[in-house]
Structures are given as C-alpha cells and as structure tokens.
C-alpha cells in the first residue's frame, strides 16, 4: 500500500480520487494499492467522502514519511511549483495534470527527480487520458519520431466540429459550448491556442531532449473563422482542424499550431467533438495515431493515477520522460515548406492568371452559398514567401495551411 | 552494450537488424545501445552486412554469457518454443512477433521469465508496431477494461477496403492482394480470421490475467462476403470491416470475431487499407484508440527492438504484460447481446410483417443494384436467438453483426 496525497480538490483532484476509489481493488490486484492520505486544498469538503483527509498546510504532507506519491491537480506555477520541488527534493514522486508548470518548469523538476530518486510524471499534461507521453518515451524507443501532427484541444474541437456539421457561426457556437461546460467563461488559452501551444511545446521537449519554449512557436487560434471557410473545406471534402504540429530535422524543429485543412482520408479526422487525436510519423513505423478524450475529469484523472502507480510501483528509480533546461533548436518557421489555402474576392474566372503568377501552380475551388469570392489552393511553398505574398495581394479575405492530397 | 541474437533472418528478424542498424545512435542515446552478435538461421547470408555473424546451431548462443536478450522472429510453435524456453531458463530476455507461440505457451514462457528474472515480451504479437500491449499493461493501469474492438489483420482490411471502394469481388481483389505481396499464398489464416482471432485472445488473456484459448472464440472470416454486402453498407452509411471483440463482463469474458458493419461515425473506420486499429473502452477513460501499421517488416520489427530496448534497460527485473495458465472465465457468446443486419430474398414490402414478427422492431434497407432482395436492421438480441431465427427463416441471404446508431 502507497501513501498519497492529492494537492488540490477541484475537477482533476476530486477524478483522481474518485479513479482510485473506484478502481480500488483492480489497482491492488496490479500490486500497486494506492491509499489517499491527504488531500491539500484551502476550502473544506464537509459531508464528502474525502472531507476528513483534507488539510490545509502542505508541511503536514512534506513532513510525513508515508506519504511516496503526490498528485498535484493544483495548477498555476505558484504554490504548485514550490509544491513541487519541495517534494522532489525530499524524495517524493509528483504526478501531475498541470501542463502550464511542465512546460515551464518540467526540465528543472525532472532534474530534480532524477537527483533524488524519485519521479516527475506528466501523462496527463497533455492529451487528458490518452497514454501519449508513455508512448512516447517507452513505446517508440526505437523509432526516430520525425512528425507529430496533434488535435489537442477538446474546446476548440468541439467548437469546429459544430461550425463544420451545423454550418454555426464561430461566437454562437462559442456561447454554446460555454454555456454547456465545454468552454471557460475565459476561453482565451482555448481559443486562441495557447493551450495546445503549450501541450505541442511538451511534446516537441521530449522528443528533442531539450526545452521548446511555447512562446516561440508561431500561434493562432480559431477567432478568425468564418461560415465561408467551412463552405470552402466541404467544396474541398475536407475538414478544419485546430492542429499542432512539429516536424523534427537536422535544422531544428519546426513548430506551428493553427486552424488547418484535413483532407477527408486524414486519419485524424476519428476526432470530432472534444475528443483528441494524435498523429506521429516515425522513420520506421510510420504513421501511427493515438485518440481519446483529451480532458474532462475522469480521463484526466485516469492518466494522474496511472503515473501514480508507475512511481508507486518503481521506488528510488525515476520514470518517465525528461528534457534538459537547454533551448532547443528551433527551425525559422518561415523557412517550412506546406501547402496553403486562400480566400480572394472577385470572381475566380477574372482573377485565375493574376492568382497563378503569385503563387504558380495551384488550382480555383469554388464554394456554395458564398458569392463574390472564391478559393485558391497554393502547392507547397515556403511559409514566408506565402505570408509576404498574400500581405502584398489585394482582396485576400482569409488562408489555412492545407495539405491537399496529391492526386488532385 | 547489450549483446543480442536474432533467431530467424526471414522478414522480421532482417528487419529487427535494419531497425538497429539504422536507429543505432538514437537508440544509443537512450541509454541502452544493442549489438546484434548472432543471427540463428538455417541458410547461410553471403553479401549480407550481417552475413558473418549468421550461426546454424543455437547453443553457441545458448551458450555465450555475453548474449542478454534474443528476439525470436522465426515463427512456429516448435524449435520457437524450445529456444525461448531454454533461453529464459538462463535468465536471457527474448522478445518476440509469433503470435501463435504467444497465444499457445504465453501464460508458461512469461512464468519462466519470471522465476528466471528475465522477460518475455510480446509488442509486435498484436497490431505490429503500434505499442498496444504497452498501453494495455502500462498506459491503461488505473483503468477497468471493459470492451476491445480492434481490426487486427492488415490482410483483410486490405481486401475489405478494396471491395468498399470498388465494388469488386472478393475472390479478385485476394488475387491481386496476394499478388503484390499483401495476401500469403496460404491465405487461410487471414480470410478465415485465425490471425486476428489469435491476437483478441492474447489481448483478452492480458485483460483477464488468465488463458483465453483463440479456439474457444466464435470466429467467422471474410470469404463469404459479396458485392450485395457492400451494397448495403453503403446504403446504410456504414462499412464492413473485419473486427475481432472481446467484452469483459463479471459473467466472463465474451469474444468474436467476424466481419461487422461500424457505422460511418465509428473512429475504427480511420483504419483503412492494410492500417489496423484497436478501440479499447475503459470504465474512467472511455474510449482510446490506437492507430498503426499492423504488420510489415520494420514496423513489425520496430516492436521487436522496442521490446529488446526495454529488456536491456531493465536486467534483473521482469518486465511486460502476462497471464497464468489457468484457462479464463468465458461467456457464452450465444448469451451475448448485440445487433445485427441480415439480407433476405424477396421484396421488402411483401415480407416486412413476417419479418418484424420474427425480429420484432427494425427497419428494412434497400441497396442499389441488388434486386430481388432487401436487408433488416435487427434491434440487439441475443446471438443464440438471433442465429435460430435465420436457420429456422426462408431465403436468409446473408448476415452481419451491426450496432446501428441509436438516432436511427
């Protein structure tokens, strides 16, 4: 039996309770039973189940030598990183949900644990319950991961997938899912993509060894889109996806997370609604896709425990994934070759050649129920030259980076 | 340096080579750099960069201290086993693709390795190079399993693909499969679902921790399909796929595999051409998906080297998934509830009232270029009740297994 403590009973904090409970006996049975001890929180939970493990000094916790494991569910990168190290230093593994304080702080708290014998496990930081990070770092070992292409944000999945099977506009739909518990009151991490930004960062540091800070990845959300993209993605039998994605190369790693075309063949496309999905292309096995609910309570909560086993089961060695605190190469993502998507006004048949002499071969898409524009398909070109060419265009209403299959 | 020797030089084991070969850095820099010493074979390799360490007889490796993990890629379940017997006797890890080996002796050679502080493990066994059984065991810990799908045969999948998307025949479309190498000579044990009813009862011996024999399970293969079929799928906005399932129930475990009809909103259906996919429904989670190459020379052998990788990381110690030898607790498929789509001669309006009477609710479907016929959507009943009912019924057609979607 391993003494645990949870740090922070909201959603996550109260699922991982509520898993290990529920899960009792199955966990056992794995010979890894797993007792809550305390639960940190500065609120009371009188009447639950739980409410009398609750205490509101984390030195009770630190200072109790049964306690192995912490699962911090806090979030922020305030009191849980302090939380954090302090534990690590004292030996203690810490699971955690927060991908705000892993992006941020993991390569220090992992370092941490490795000096101290214990772990710093993060399987729920990114894709809620799907096992992502452990695919990574112990079922991929001997492939050299080259792509990730990831669908990792429930709200905004959920919000696309509305505006492309209702045709919805993008603050109804918005209204909706906040409305409905699928969006924050303040959906700005959500929507503008930082949330995503952050779990791709984590990603790419794992696969690189070394930090990707988020903020230097080129970021944008979904605020822009209109009806008329979707009339667009189905005149293109496609769909519109907020994907993060890193490619891996001897010049670095080129990151970028942004509204994108997927064709309809596209694997990825398994993820509708809040679920999340995953594509990696790795030189030898190549293409392989995890998919799941990429949040909610007990999803995310799944993935906390799961790390809580792996450190209750393996005392004194340290699990898990871990970059250094050196930067990372990053490749120039205006030097990143892919194909775009671009909404001009006018009509297609007047325009055609002055669009071909922009961007060369490409080919005019037309869509139903949006007169006066049309739609133009770039092959791969540098992402630069595109930006620079479409700043200089007239009448350029909107772009996405689309991919069109070749046969086309 | 971990020494290591690869039984069998045929596809996979070449390809365990290659994958070492050319991910050797990499893998390396992981911490657990392999060299392969020996190659046990039969035939002798001249030309061949790995030619000079070929050997004819396996107690030279049998034999050499140095050697801590083998990969068994030779297949069968004669010298196979012997060698993996006697290697893990000794305390060497073998790492293994021979799934009728798995399924056969599984629950022995892993109690072997366990009394011997070695591991048997078994990741390119199911799904090839998609890290299933590492998420089965080690991603999906603090979940109950509840329900497998998995289309487990790239073979099948293939054929069923081509027959959807082109309408052909079934006897055509494995000529040409076995023609560009994608169908065995032999292709019995794909077309007749032996090969993914071995994989289901090792996934579902992982899941109840005891032996589910693959001949216990209702197995129906692909060889009875038609045109018609297909025709119907299309009309029901649906797709055939062979699928093999495992239901974890407190009555037993419930398993089959047969060709099924997954509506178009199934995420198994990202599964096309040679890919497989496994959706896995856990009691926190829900369900996760996972996508990939289930077969083929590297992406097979990328789970062989995975496998080796963690074997030499963890010396001393038993890693991976296993069962007892104690058979497990199976339910009596015919006990099972499900729905079902089934083909009849005649015209729908002429034979509806006959037919609700003997299915009770459901509904008829017509398909394009199929007359003199219609099909019925059966409601869930049991398999037992349903199978009495078509062998007791005039001008029965065919039949598939069809969870409709429930808006229908």
């Known amino acids: 039996m391993t003494e645990i403590a949870i740090l922070g009973y909201g959603t996550v904090g109260s699922g991982v309770a509520e898993v290990i409970g529920t899960n009792a006996e199955l966990i056992a049975a794995r010979g890894c039973?797993?007792?809550?001890?305390?639960?940190?929180?500065?609120?009371?939970?009188?009447?639950?189940?739980?409410?009398?493990?609750?205490?509101?000094?984390?030195?009770?916790?630190?200072?109790?030598?049964?306690?192995?494991?912490?699962?911090?569910?806090?979030?922020?990168?305030?009191?849980?990183?302090?939380?954090?190290?302090?534990?690590?230093?004292?030996?203690?593994?810490?699971?955690?949900?927060?991908?705000?304080?892993?992006?941020?702080?993991?390569?220090?708290?992992?370092?941490?644990?490795?000096?101290?014998?214990?772990?710093?496990?993060?399987?729920?930081?990114?894709?809620?319950?799907?096992?992502?990070?452990?695919?990574?770092?112990q079922g991929l070992t001997a492939e050299k991961i080259e792509k990730i292409y990831g669908i990792l944000n429930g709200t905004t999945n959920y919000i696309l997938t509305k505006m492309d099977r209702e045709g919805a506009d993008f603050d109804a739909v918005l209204k909706e899912a906040q409305a409905n518990g699928y969006a924050e009151k303040d959906p700005t991490a959500d929507i503008e993509a930082h949330d995503p930004c952050r779990k791709i960062a984590i990603l790419a540091s794992l696969v690189t060894g070394k930090k990707v800070d988020w903020k230097n990845i080129r970021c944008e959300g979904i605020t822009k889109l209109e009806k008329a993209d979707f009339a667009y993605a189905w005149a293109l039998d496609a769909q519109i996806k907020l994907v993060a994605m890193s490619e891996f190369t001897e010049k670095g790693c080129y990151a970028c997370v942004s509204p994108r075309l997927l064709p309809a063949d596209s694997p990825l496309l398994c993820a509708q609604d809040v679920f999340n999905a995953v594509l990696i292309h790795s030189n030898m096995l190549d293409d392989s896709l995890y998919y799941g609910r990429g949040a909610g309570k007990l999803a995310t909560a799944s993935a906390v425990v799961g790390d809580a086993i792996e450190a209750a089961a393996n005392p004194g060695r340290t699990m898990g994934g871990s970059w250094s605190e050196e930067a990372a190469l990053l490749g120039d993502i205006d030097e990143y070759e892919q194909g775009y998507f671009v909404r001009l006004s006018g009509a297609a048949d007047a325009r055609r050649e002055e669009v071909q002499k922009v961007f060369g071969n490409g080919y005019t898409v037309e869509a139903k129920g949006v007169p006066g524009e049309f739609g133009y398909v770039v092959q791969k070109m540098r992402e630069g030259a595109f930006l620079e060419k479409i700043a200089a265009m007239e009448g350029v209403l909107g772009y996405l980076r689309y991919d069109a299959p070749a046969e086309k």
């Not at 390569?107 to 452990?134: D, M, Q, T, W």
């Open 33 to 137: 039973a797993l007792h809550v001890k305390y639960i940190l929180d500065l609120r009371d939970f009188p009447g639950d189940p739980y409410g009398e493990r609750v205490v509101h000094d984390f030195t009770c916790i630190l200072d109790d030598p049964e306690i192995k494991v912490i699962c911090e569910t806090m979030g922020g990168v305030g009191a849980a990183y302090q939380f954090s190290k302090q534990a690590l230093e004292k030996g203690i593994s810490v699971c955690t949900s927060n991908k705000e304080l892993v992006e941020l702080h993991g390569a220090e708290l992992s370092r941490i644990a490795k000096e101290n014998h214990c772990s710093y496990l993060f399987e729920a930081s990114v894709g809620g319950g799907i096992p992502l990070i452990r695919t990574i770092c």
